[in-house]
């Protein structure tokens, strides 16, 4: 229905606007990406502005100093600019993210994370962002880096699923060295790389780089040191392995273990041997990692893992909001 009263028209823009100051961050930036695809008229080049003052108020934060003693400051390359009282420095609201002095447009960026989470190869996501694709690498690894920060403040409580995996060594994409170098030995040897994963019922995990061979009580105390909220209620549920056990009574931890047998007959540690097939996928998936990088995508697979159970627009959002929270 069409008005001519210009104050029904206002009315109407005052309700949107007040409707899109109550969206969440993510729905915020997809209506500007809707809206950039379309004719702009008037009325809706006035709602793009006011999307623009709310995506501004939302890191009216500084960067340097945490402080919210803030004003606007003028405007740098189309972005608003802020002052801190506190610290006497100025910014935009891309400083220290994953966004700043990027020369893309950020609906390129919210393309590759869509291609990102869609497990979408690195090959693939450069053509169809029409990126180069050492950009796409350089951006995956921005992205990881920002999530690994997120996953370190993890804190298992409840009931525990711990259990480790192991990774071949691996040196790909490094002149003058190759994966045949390193002796071929059976059984678990100090060629393989080890990693601790935790996961509690509320889908949390903890995975820690744990030494290379076998697993040890010394390895279990500097890795998960922090990682456990002792209490009444915790219940750490594991395998055989005899490190977790003096770990475990070092810590005053309720420890129940089980055999290979009762593990596979009752699925006992169902999450996290999910998590392991989910890590062994991924290996397969990138034909390798190379050792050094291998943190990061675990830690890629262990977020994914947490929000495996929200839906697809719901892991959209939620990555949107970490990557916007976390400074690097």
């Known amino acids: 229905m069409y008005y001519n009263n210009g104050n029904m028209i206002q009315s109407n823009y005052?309700?949107?606007?007040?409707?899109?100051?109550?969206?969440?961050?993510?729905?915020?930036?997809?209506?500007?990406?809707?809206?950039?695809?379309?004719?702009?008229?008037?009325?809706?080049?006035?709602?793009?502005?006011s999307l623009d003052e709310v995506?501004?108020?939302?890191?009216?934060?500084?960067?340097?100093?945490?402080?919210?003693?803030?004003?606007?400051?003028?405007?740098?390359?189309?972005?608003?600019?802020?002052y801190c009282h506190r610290c006497k420095k100025t910014f935009t609201?891309?400083?220290k993210s994953i966004f700043y002095n990027t020369h893309k447009n950020k609906n390129i960026?919210?393309?590759?994370?869509?291609?990102?989470?869609?497990?979408v190869s690195l090959r693939k996501s450069a053509t169809i962002c029409k990126i180069n694709k050492c950009t796409a690498l350089i951006w995956r690894h921005k992205i990881m880096d920002v999530l690994v920060k997120r996953l370190t403040h993890n804190k298992l409580k409840g009931t525990i699923e711990m259990d480790d995996?192991?990774?071949?060594?691996?040196?790909?994409?490094?002149?003058?060295?190759s994966n045949k170098m390193l002796p071929k030995l059976r059984g678990i040897s100090h060629n393989l790389i080890c990693y601790t994963t935790a996961v509690n019922r509320a889908n949390l995990v903890v995975a820690k780089f744990n030494g290379?061979?076998?697993?040890?009580?010394?390895?279990?105390?500097?890795?998960?040191n922090d990682k456990i909220k002792v209490n009444s209620d915790t219940v750490v549920l594991t395998?055989?392995?005899?490190?977790?056990?003096?770990?475990?009574?070092?810590?005053?931890?309720?420890?129940?273990?089980t055999n290979a047998e009762i593990v596979k007959r009752d699925n006992k540690l169902r999450n996290v041997n999910s998590l392991h097939s989910m890590l062994k996928s991924m290996i397969k998936r990138t034909h390798g990692v190379h050792s050094k990088y291998l943190d990061k995508y675990v830690q890629w697979v262990c977020w994914s893992?947490?929000?495996?159970?929200?839906?697809?627009?719901?892991?959209?959002?939620?990555?949107?909001?970490?990557?916007?929270?976390?400074?690097?």
């Open 93 to 95: 609201p891309t400083v």
């Open 14 to 49: 005052q309700n949107i606007k007040q409707l899109i100051h109550q969206l969440p961050r993510w729905e915020i930036e997809q209506l500007i990406r809707d809206l950039s695809t379309e004719n702009h008229s008037q009325s809706i080049v006035s709602i793009y502005d």
């Open 55 to 82: 995506r501004n108020e939302i890191h009216a934060i500084c960067p340097h100093c945490q402080s919210r003693m803030t004003k606007k400051y003028g405007k740098k390359n189309g972005l608003q600019r802020y």
């Open 305 to 328: 893992k947490q929000i495996s159970k929200l839906s697809f627009s719901s892991q959209i959002n939620t990555m949107f909001e970490d990557l916007c929270r976390t400074y690097i």
């Open 165 to 177: 995996t192991f990774f071949k060594q691996s040196f790909k994409g490094e002149k003058g060295k």
């Open 109 to 119: 960026w919210f393309k590759f994370i869509e291609l990102m989470l869609s497990s």
């Open 212 to 224: 290379y061979g076998k697993n040890s009580i010394e390895k279990m105390n500097n890795a998960f």
């Open 239 to 257: 395998d055989e392995e005899n490190a977790y056990i003096e770990w475990a009574k070092l810590n005053s931890i309720h420890l129940i273990q």
